[in-house]
Each structure stands twice: as C-alpha cells, then as structure tokens.
C-alpha cells in the first residue's frame, strides 16, 4: 500500500514543533518528571491522582 503524501500545512506543523523542542530542550536540559511510574496506566492513575488532590484536600499521591 502507497504511503499518503504529507500535506504543507502538516510539514509545517512538524517544522513548528521541532523548533519549540529545541527550544526547550536548550533552556530546559535536565527536565525529569516528578511522577514515578514504570508504565502508561500508572502515569495515567498518578496524574488523574494529582489533578484530583485540590479538589479532595489531600495532598500527596505517588
């Protein structure tokens, strides 16, 4: 089966976003993620845990 052409609009998104990596991977070259996780679900369990700590007054999940 034939790959689809790419579109202008879409090459230029891809430019776009590699240039914002760049970006912030040089003004931001250590980054590491607060939340521990060894997979997808856990990171998703950890973040929904996280947005929901305001709202139920608790305030550490991990």
């Given amino acids: ?7 202008i609009r879409g ?3 891809r430019e776009n976003a ?4 760049r970006i ?3 003004t931001y070259p250590n980054v590491r993620c607060e939340l521990d996780f ?3 679900l856990q990171l998703l369990v950890a973040t929904v ?3 929901n ?3 139920s007054g608790k305030s550490s999940y991990s």
């Fill in 53 to 55: 700590a305001p709202i």
């Fill in 18 to 21: 590699r240039a914002i990596y």
């Fill in 11 to 13: 090459d230029k998104k």
């Fill in 24 to 26: 912030l991977t040089k």
């Fill in 1 to 7: 089966m034939a790959r689809p052409k790419r579109s």
């Fill in 49 to 51: 845990c996280l947005l």
């Fill in 38 to 40: 060894k997979n997808p």
